[in-house]
């Protein structure tokens, strides 16, 4: 079934000028995350040093403020919801399943796992080693899901759901064990789970950057053999691509680039969900066109998100997934009341 | 005319009624089950009332103290796991069925997020102690799934519209909620959690009763509502061709699914999973009833309590209900998608 907006009623926005208006709104929002935040610094004071005053730029307060604390947020602000926007709308088209989102492949679930039995056993609580936890463990959660949805049979939409749900509550159900047992470890969880973005070092995003770029390049050869998929199986097939190769290196992208935002930033799984659906508010037809959007829709969502965390309630931090839930809820509902909503459904999943 | 194969026809005059012998004996073997698992539940806790002794305790025998053990402690408790189990079963199988897929289960009508912040709130407010009041939990779930049919405006095509709502109201619920646990100092914060995994401990008739009472009068529209929803599988157009009015259907359908979800969390919290794997089970035992209400219903009964006994046999902690049915139902999830061919 071709996904596309059937009947959709009023007037389209044209792709273009959306996802113009939306760049925009990115590079906007990316001059206000430098400008506004935590601390006593007059927005006068930072946009001087943007601009290169001398004066500014000599400062070594203000220097370290805007180079190793607002630029560093920013940039992983801008390359996490790149990679949720673009995981999301990956899988929601080779699941074709519109409530899919990024946590489906067991990805946070294997991140909070790693999280809660890292800090439980060997007792480190140092960012870059729960950092390096949530990693591992994306990875190590979505290859065990990968492997059992792929194994032996041809790998379907509906095994990879499947698999990715029941390893999920696996991976949960666990991680609660560990947290009910340990009162410490809970407390470190309790925050980490609301996600956040504040202390982020541009050395912790070099280190997740191969993964995310590698994400970014495999999405972009993908436009072709998966919306050939979106046609049927059979169709693909005919039109010279390999549906079992597809999925199975979709779900790579999709955990590259999900495994690398939930471990700079927590899980935060709604991005992922979101995104698709404000791309396909602007774009109705090719995937080449959603991706993209959607990769600028989480980009914008996620820096809004994230500057709004360090407003509302200044001089503390609100948790970035709370500000990304009372943002993103309302916008959801709105777009899903506006449009009509393409049903796709899980093949053989009808009872 | 020959009946359809997997199907009896008895006919007495003019009254005919179609059985399906399959789906009838798996309900009787689940009945069996049932009665395997109140023995099991019973025969297992801490202290010395274990085993035979606790079973013969059922029926009066043996010494007192093991009949009070066993009637104001632990049959109890069974029927909680029992009445709130059997409604999520029922519940999920009719979500399920509606939206025609099976990640769609309950809360995500934004019923658990409901009656969390609905206890949530019932403990801050501080009358109830650690466990919040039982009424605060359905509660909590009707509120949230009447406002997320009241935002959506309707169910939308298929019902997709109010599942896509729900999913974006629940969110942000949800991160009130996590916010919340947050802020509050550790140790209530990990009695909420406790609840929010799904845990049985302490619930007893009080709860149990209206639960079973909502059970009693939701089963009979749950199954015409079943009865319909199967002419739904032929399409809208050939469903209304039939005399169905498909929206109504799907609302009623939905309305039901709430409500007994929403007691069901009411009592247990949030647990985890068997909405979702409760019918997608009673579909593989069932095979000819294309909507496996009962079945649905006595397998997720099956499934809370037989997990409510496990998290009690093991070790001097408890574990609550809903850790165990995450951890065994998924695994168990995977053997029946992998013994499936293709």
Redesign the interface.
């Known amino acids: 079934m071709q996904p596309r907006i059937a009947g959709s009623s009023g007037r389209r926005i044209r792709p273009l000028t959306g996802a113009f208006a939306m760049a925009a709104a990115t590079v906007a929002l990316c001059l206000v995350s430098m400008l506004y935040g935590g601390g006593d610094i007059p927005v006068s004071a930072a946009f001087d040093y943007l601009v290169g005053d001398p004066l500014r730029r000599a400062d070594p307060h203000l220097a370290m403020v805007m180079t190793s604390l607002r630029f560093p947020r920013t940039a992983v602000a801008l390359c996490t919801g790149i990679a949720l926007g673009l995981a999301g709308c990956l899988l929601q088209s080779v699941t074709r ?5 990024t946590g489906l492949l067991g990805v946070n679930a294997g991140a909070a796992l790693a999280v809660v039995a890292g800090i439980t056993l060997l007792s480190t609580e140092a960012a870059p080693a729960v950092l390096a936890f949530a990693l591992c463990g994306a990875f190590a959660a979505s290859g065990l899901v990968l492997l ?1 949805a792929g ?4 790998m379907s939409p ?2 990879l ?3 990715g ?10 991680s ?2 560990l ?3 340990d ?1 410490a470890t ?2 470190r969880y ?2 980490w ?2 996600g956040s973005l504040s202390g982020v070092t541009l050395e912790q995003l070099g280190w997740v950057l191969p993964a995310l770029l590698i994400g970014v390049g495999v999405a972009a050869l993908l436009v072709r053999p998966l919306g050939a998929l979106s046609l049927g199986d059979d169709v693909a097939a005919g039109l010279g691509h390999r549906p079992g190769t597809t999925r199975v290196v979709t779900a790579v992208a999709v955990t590259l680039l999900t495994g690398a935002a939930v471990a700079l930033c927590g899980p935060i799984g ?1 991005l992922g ?2 995104a698709p ?1 404000v791309a396909r508010a602007f774009t109705g037809g090719g995937l080449g066109g959603r991706l993209l959007l959607s990769a600028v829709a989480g980009a914008t969502i996620m820096l809004a998100a994230d500057v709004a965390a360090r407003l509302v309630i200044r001089p503390y931090e ?2 970035v ?2 500000l ?3 943002i ?6 709105v777009i ?2 506006t449009r ?2 393409l ?1 796709l ?2 093949p053989g ?3 | 005319m020959r009946p359809h194969p997997g199907t009896v026809v008895i006919r007495y005059r003019r009254f005919s009624v179609l059985l399906r012998p399959r789906p009838l004996a798996v309900g009787i073997g689940l009945l069996g089950a049932v009665a395997a698992a109140c023995a099991l539940s019973v025969a297992v806790g801490n202290g010395e009332t274990t085993g035979f002794t606790a079973v013969q305790a059922l029926w009066g025998g043996g010494e007192p103290v093991a009949g009070r053990i066993v009637h104001v402690l632990r049959v109890p408790r069974f029927v909680a796991g029992l009445v709130a189990g059997a409604a999520l079963g029922i519940a999920g199988c009719l979500i ?2 509606l939206a ?5 289960t309950p809360d ?1 009508v934004g019923v658990n997020d409901g009656a969390t912040v609905a206890v949530l709130l019932s403990v801050v407010g501080g009358t109830a102690g650690a466990v919040g009041a039982w009424w605060a939990g359905p509660v909590g779930a009707m509120a949230a799934a009447a406002l997320v049919v009241a ?3 309707g169910l ?3 019902g ?2 109010v ?3 729900g ?3 629940s ?2 619920i ?3 909620t ?2 919340t ?2 802020r509050q100092d ?1 140790d209530a ?2 009695g909420l ?2 609840w929010t ?1 799904g845990y049985l401990n302490g619930r007893d008739y009080d709860v149990a009763l209206p639960v079973g009472i909502g059970l009693a009068v939701l089963l009979p529209p749950a199954l015409l509502a079943a009865r319909t929803l199967r002419l739904l ?1 032929f399409g809208d157009d050939t469903a209304a061709g039939l005399g169905a009015v498909p929206t109504r259907i799907r609302l009623g359908a939905l309305g039901i699914a709430v409500l007994l979800a929403g007691l069901a969390v009411g009592v247990g919290g949030p647990i ?2 068997v909405a ?1 794997i409760a ?1 997608v089970l009673a ?1 593989r035992l069932a095979r000819e009833s ?2 496996p209400v009962i079945v649905s219903g006595l397998l997720g009964g099956v499934l809370v309590t037989v997990a409510d006994t496990l998290g009690r046999a093991f070790g001097t ?1 408890e ?2 209900a ?13 053997w029946v ?2 013994s499936r061919r ?1």
Do not use: C, H, K, W
Not at chain 2, 100 to 104: G, K
Not at chain 2, 322 to 329: D, E, F, K, M
């Open positions: 399943n519109p409530l899919a989102e059992i194994g032996g049979a041809r509906l095994r759901v499947l698999a749900v029941a390893l999920t509550a696996t991976f949960r159900g666990l609660s064990y947290l009910l047992s009162a809970y407390d309790r925050f789970v609301l709604f969900l979101l659906y609100a948790p997934s709370v990304l839930a009372v993103g809820g309302p916008a959801l509902v899903v009341r009509r909503l049903t459904r899980v999943g009808a009872a | 399920q069925t025609r897929n099976r990640l769609a995500l935002v959506a405006g939308g095509d298929t997709y519209r599942l896509v709502v999913i974006g109201l969110v942000a949800d991160a009130v996590e916010l646990l947050a550790i914060a990990r959690f406790s995994l599988r985890a999973f979702m019918p579909q294309p909507v902690v574990i609550p809903g850790v165990i049915t995450g951890i065994l139902g998924g695994p168990f999830l995977l998608l992998l293709g």
